[in-house]
């Protein structure tokens, strides 16, 4: 690895549209340091937060130029001197700062995180983001009961799929509002107990779908009047958790229920999750998400992989409605 | 008293326009039985929230033919057999389902709380409605540091002039929102830090006013733009409490900050507390109260004091804007 002096980036200069700004780039590649990792990258997804943030439009702006992408997996192939914990062969998310669409960092150990060793490298690539939000959402708000019904909008989404498979395997019911009746059937067979088309009615079949036991949980991806549905549709002391917002409509909340129904309107992000809660929590979620992946009782589908040379098109496909699965970067 | 057979009570048979549908009617009064208290009446306040129960708008509904008024203070005059804890002369509260406007009842005593013998009648006739919604929403959702900033509309409320109030004797700084700039100087004598007349541009005001203390806590009574100039007047980590909806406008939340800046929307409901919560903790309250009482840090001015065969004038009032106290019936 000591012939290395360059590596490949995905980096843009200026916010803006994706597939216009980002641009191919050469960086320099120093050996690693004391206390430093030189990793060689395998996989990077194509995340519409990426997007967001290439756009300048998300909730915290990189200082340009900047290298795209901020999840993804890569291999240690070197370690400089006083690194403890890691060694050569290593599966480890290098720091969301440093953009991960790239072919290989020279970076601080101490910014890394380890992923488990039972994972692929295509299912480690996608364990930071999707599969933790929909954890936390599902831990940290209402305490679930075995069999308890929840509601998601959304649930065609990478984050709304890692829902369905985490709640029927920790033995929790899901009602599951999408947009387009061709995705019905697979939602079913992934697991979703209910899974309907969202009409302005929705909300009246939940008493019929849950027997009158309505849910204390909601998810809400899309806001404006699917979140008022997902709303209408809570019990009392119901939480409704919203993590996005694809629909740019706000979120209207009628005062009556809010009062009496006792219900409470939180956001999530996991962002802010990772920078509160200490690496043990973190690598606690991921030892019980790694089982689930191991078992197969979560899987994230794979749309379409694509090497780092033809970026520009892989963040036009991951832009494109009606993909089933995420758009992943070769990196190797 | 054994001589009294009835009493005279306002009451209603059907829900609808306070005004037309309560009626004076004799109710029969029997001798206290075992663990039962006869109690006398001496004020009861006419709040909004009796009113909504009348027209039949409010969170519950009264099984009519139903006497109105929720919250009051009575005199036990007798007591029955294997009674503890109670004896004639206390003040107490009897139970809101039986309704306050009335001139005596008898009663359980399981079913009336012992109100602090500190307070004035007046006083402890509206001890039980706004001045713990005050206390409960300032102690139970944000916990405010010495000095820290909130946020208020409806300041003008009687829930409002108590926040002002407890939040001056607790050393917490209050901006406070009204309507009508007749109001300023009443509520800034009354200890409000800010007061001024919402604009649209008032959430521009508050980093100015704080500087740069964005407050973690703001309580809502009104809903609509109202509740929108309160959100984006949040601080990371806020909470908006929403108490009421005088403007019957829904609230418009915005999915951004909602994630990240962590706020949360919550509904307050003082019956639900009272559901939910043990009587030491009620107790424990009014005794922080009625400190506050005795001390003079927290009044409650009355607008007027009517009798109770002058019911319908009394509601009158209280449906009328502008004023700056209660209405009370004198039940004596």
New interface residues.
């Given amino acids: 690895m000591a012939a290395m002096q360059t590596t490949l980036t995905a980096r843009y200069t200026a916010n803006g549209n994706p597939v216009a700004v980002i641009e191919l780039a050469e960086e320099q590649l120093t050996a690693p340091a004391d206390g430093q990792l030189l990793v060689k990258m395998l996989f990077a997804p194509v995340n519409p937060s990426d997007i967001n943030m290439v756009e300048g439009t998300y ?1 915290v702006k990189a200082a340009l130029p900047a290298v795209g992408g901020n999840e993804g997996v890569g291999r240690v192939v070197a370690t400089g001197g006083n690194v403890s914990g890691y060694a050569v062969g290593d599966l480890v998310k290098p720091p969301g700062a440093r953009g991960t669409w790239r072919q290989a960092l020279t970076v601080p150990a101490a910014e890394c995180v380890k992923l488990p060793a039972s994972l692929t490298a295509e299912q480690a690539a996608m364990l930071y983001v999707n599969p933790p939000t929909a954890w936390r959402m599902l831990h940290d708000f209402v305490t679930l009961a075995d069999g308890e019904w929840l509601i998601q909008n959304a649930a065609n989404s990478a984050v709304g799929r890692c829902v369905i498979q985490i709640a029927r395997a920790l033995d929790w019911r899901t009602i599951n509002l999408v947009r387009r009746a061709d995705v019905v059937s697979e939602l079913e067979q992934l697991g979703g107990d209910i899974v309907s088309v969202e009409t302005p009615d929705t909300f009246k079949q939940i008493k019929t779908w849950t027997g009158g036991n309505f849910p204390r949980l909601a998810l809400n991806a899309v ?1 404006g009047d699917s979140a008022g549905t997902l709303s209408k549709s809570l019990g009392a002391g119901g939480q409704l958790i ?4 694809m629909s ?1 409509q ?20 996991m962002t ?1 999750w990772y920078a509160t809660h200490p690496a043990v929590e973190r690598d606690e979620m991921y030892a019980q998400l790694a089982k689930l992946f191991v078992t197969s009782q979560l899987k994230i589908a794979v749309e379409k992989t694509y090497p780092l040379t033809e970026v520009k098109t892989a963040i036009a496909s991951a832009l494109q409605e009606n993909r089933s699965g995420k758009i992943l970067l070769d990196l190797r």
Same sequence: chains 1, 2.
């Fill in positions: 909730g806001g919203t993590y996005g917002g740019k706000p979120i209207k909340l009628a005062t009556g229920p809010l009062i009496f129904k006792d219900l409470s309107y939180r956001g999530f992000w802010r």
